[in-house]
């Protein structure tokens, strides 16, 4: 079975400060890999993936990831911090067929001033 | 392109009182379809989903039903309401193999009341 956890429900940064939102995986096969944002009271909206092409993963709104297989890593970061980058976030981890993915529990981004 | 509707975005119903959201699906054709929730504070939980015309998966027993009556509509029912039923309904659907994200649709907030 797969699994996803996302460390911390709640992640605060200064505006200009790094981003960094980490997601750890558990998974028999070889995964795919998403990021999702999602802004209060909207849909989730697909950030960046992995699908077993480059390890690391450049995304829309300058974010980026990398995929460690060592690690079951796929955390997402971003160099500096903007107000409009506070969400939610949301990591999950699929495979090839019909399965559905499966999500973490999501991290709340709150970006400071 | 392909777009997803979902409607109403907001809603407020008695306990007691039946249910209907829907979703539908244009410029693709035989997409896998899914409807999640979200409680506050706890994450997306998978509700149900569908491969095709007729054919619904339940991830979770509960008060809700889906149907898909046509290939590119899915519904989410329910005969009567409780108060444990509010949440962020989102409607998402994939095209392709297991490599394809979803893409969410904006969503229905649900109050029970």
């Known amino acids: 079975a797969q699994s996803v956890t996302q460390l911390g429900s709640h992640v605060s940064v200064s505006e200009g400060a790094l981003v960094l939102l980490r997601c750890n995986y558990s998974?028999?096969?070889?995964?795919?890999l998403f990021w999702y944002v999602q802004y209060p009271n909207q849909g989730l909206q697909l950030l960046l993936k992995?699908?077993?092409?480059?390890?690391l993963v450049k995304g829309i709104n300058g974010f980026e990831a990398e995929f460690k297989k060592s690690e079951t890593s796929f955390h997402l970061t971003k160099p500096s911090a903007h107000m409009s980058d506070a969400a939610e976030y949301f990591c999950?981890?699929?495979?090839?067929?019909?399965?559905?993915?499966?999500f973490g529990k999501g991290t709340r981004l709150s970006v400071i001033a | 392109s392909q777009t997803i509707h979902q409607w109403p975005a907001t809603l407020v119903q008695p306990v007691g009182s039946p249910l209907s959201l829907e979703c539908t699906v244009e410029?693709?054709?035989?997409?896998?379809l899914y409807w999640y929730r979200q409680a506050a504070g706890r994450g997306l939980q998978l509700l149900f989903y569908?491969?095709?015309?007729?054919?619904i998966s339940s991830e979770v027993p509960q008060n809700l039903s889906a149907s898909r009556p046509q290939d590119r509509q899915f519904i989410l029912s329910s005969k009567k309401l409780l108060l444990s039923d509010s949440g962020f309904y989102l409607c998402?659907?994939?095209?392709?193999?297991?490599?394809?994200?979803?893409?969410f649709g904006s969503g229905t907030r649900l109050t029970v009341v």
């Open positions: 992995y699908t077993s092409a480059a390890t």
């Open positions: 569908s491969v095709g015309i007729g054919q």
């Open positions: 998974s028999s096969v070889p995964p795919y």
């Open positions: 999950a981890v699929g495979r090839t067929g019909n399965t559905p993915l499966v």
């Open positions: 998402a659907w994939r095209g392709g193999g297991g490599n394809y994200g979803y893409t």
């Open positions: 410029g693709t054709s035989n997409p896998n």
